[in-house]
């Protein structure tokens, strides 16, 4: 039996939930990176023994859509999976229904699925700090009752929150810019999960592919992209009131 991590993972916080979860599993992984874009997926071998821990983040209550594409090339021959999504206070709506059909149609054997929290990775006032001490404790239970399941040999499907259709998605809108800082070093276009920004000249972004993910903003050794103040300002205010109020792990067994 082999452990996979399997994470679409923009700016961290997705990857700090699915890490504490799969520490509680038992922790020895084979890591694998959905924002990889030149990776071939189709070359994994799963076996139907396998655990695959699946964890992505909400965007607008949906799952990122190269997320959807890349898992949609996977051969999870019968593998078990453990589904995470991960959101930023606001609401998660479909993401899990979603990453469920993603995963049933690429082969694997969904056994569990989480909805954990991260900080929003646009707004980051909204979920500040989150995995905190006590998310990762809560992690560390679902993770004990996965196991639990396992143990018992239950391989029943769980009952996954969510909308079929799904909510539609359109994006945010929001395209980071370079700032005057920018050095042109490039490691926004090598890390870049769609490719949007020119490895030539990554002062340019393909407004069309770019998915706001904010990998390019979080990693820039200069600090130098941004997001237009006013949008962020905006889009602050009117998540105010939804994002206001704490929000707790889910597990569905
Ligand atoms: C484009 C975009 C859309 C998002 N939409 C939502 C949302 O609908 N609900 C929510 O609670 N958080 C939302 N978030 C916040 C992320 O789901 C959350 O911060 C997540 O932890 C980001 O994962 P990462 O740190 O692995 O990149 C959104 C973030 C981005 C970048």
Redesign the pocket.
Known sequence: MNLYKIT????????RAADRLVEGLGGECTAIDLTDSRFQFSSLAFTPEDIAVIAV?????RVPAPAIQRLGTMNGKGARAILVC????????DTLAELEDTAVLAGFHVIAAVAAL?????IRRY?AGRPDVEDEKQLQTFAQKIQEKLAAGDETKPNIPGNRPYKKYG??GMVPKPTKDCTSCGLCAQKCPVQAIDLADPRQTDKETC????RCVSICPQSARKVSSVMLTAAELALKKV?SDRKEGELFL
């Open positions: 679409f993972s923009p700016t961290g916080g997705t990857q983040p909400s965007y607008g209550g991960v959101y930023g206070n606001r609401a998660y709506e991260a900080e929003h990775s646009i979920a994006g945010v998915i706001s993910c904010m994002c």
